[in-house]
Every structure is written in C-alpha cells, then in structure tokens.
C-alpha cells in the first residue's frame, strides 16, 4: 500500500453537550487495479443524487460508472477510511489527453467524489490538495478543473480554495459546466 498522507480530520459536535467523538484516520494513497469496483460504485453513488438533472442519466450513469478508466490517462487518487473507500479524484497531468476546453499543458482535476455519508469531513478538499501537490510536483504554475453549479458543495470549496472561472465549455447531457483554475504560486 503506497502511503500519500495519514492525517485525522477535524472532531466534530454529536449532541447539545458538546460531546466529541474522534473521526477514523482517513488514508490518502494511489489507486489501485482491485480498488476499481469500489471507485466505480462510488462514482455513482456520489452522483445519483443529480439523477433528475441530467438529460440522458443512463448515458452519463455509464461514464461516471466507470471512473476507473481515468487511471489509464492519470492517477487515481483515493481516500479510504476503516478499510472502505469514501473518496476519490483523478489527477491528469500536463500534457496528458484531455477534453479540447483545457489547454493541454495544464494539469487537471477530474470526477472529485465523495461518498454522501462521508461529506463535511475534509476528505474532498483533502484529496484536492493532493491534486494541487502533484500540479506542483509536475512543475505547473495552475491546476484546472471543469464544474457545474449544480455541485452545490463542491463550487463553494474550490472558490475558497482560490480557483477562478475561465470560460464555458459544452454542457454535459443539459447541464452547464465551466472551467476554473488555480494559480500554484510556490
């Protein structure tokens, strides 16, 4: 098991009387070839609350169910939590294939997922900023992402995390999506 960080996220209040409870360790390490069932399904259970949005569902169900893919273009970085799988994003280099509305010299962060009963607890910002670690590592001076609106919990994270809007691209199966990017200063 490759190791990428260990880190205990925050505690947090479980009654009135401030009672705290210590959150498992959450494992931020790379994918791996058995972890692909687990991502898939996680993909999908992480969009499934959109259902009703997207035009044709069964085709973009198909694409996300298959998250894994992006691992033959990119590294597929998960978060596991007690042994389960409750995050993952892919991190697609410079100059690796990417959809025509990024430049193909900057990094980018695809399918940010996390498990809706693990939301609220740093692991999606957590597993962004190890995307903004590689960006960095692989000597960018942005990493960029495309997003929707529609992401209600993700917008607001990335906006405070310092990533602007660029440009539009071609909506995805009805809804419309953007392009946003992070300068890597240091």
């Not at 692909?36 to 996300?64: G, H, R, S």
């Not at 894994?68 to 410079?94: H, Q, R």
């Not at 910002?125 to 992401?151: F, N, Q, V, Y």
């Not at 994270?157 to 200063?185: A, C, D």
Request: charged share 20%; proline share 5%.
């Amino acid at each position: 098991m490759i190791l990428l960080g260990l880190r205990k996220l925050p505690c947090r209040r479980v009654n009135s009387n401030l009672n705290r409870v210590e959150l498992p360790l959450t494992i931020l390490r790379d994918f791996q070839q058995g972890d692909t069932m687990q991502v898939n399904a996680l993909a999908l259970d992480a969009f499934e609350q959109f259902k009703d949005v997207y035009l044709d569902w069964p085709a973009f169900q198909a694409k996300i169910g298959n998250m894994s893919a992006l691992a033959d273009v990119g590294e597929i970085i998960v978060a596991e939590v007690g042994g389960k799988i409750v995050g993952a994003v892919a991190y697609i280099g410079p100059g690796a294939p990417k959809a025509n509305f990024f430049r193909p010299e900057w990094p980018i962060m695809r399918m940010l997922v996390v498990a809706p009963n693990s939301r609220g607890l740093g692991i999606g910002r957590a597993l962004a900023e190890e995307c903004i670690h590689r960006a960095k590592r692989d000597g960018a001076s942005l990493l960029a992402l495309h997003t929707s609106k529609l992401m209600e919990v993700a917008m607001p994270m990335y906006q405070r995390m310092g990533f602007s809007w660029v440009s539009h691209t071609p909506e995805i199966h009805g809804v419309e999506y953007s392009v946003y990017v992070k300068e890597l200063n240091g």
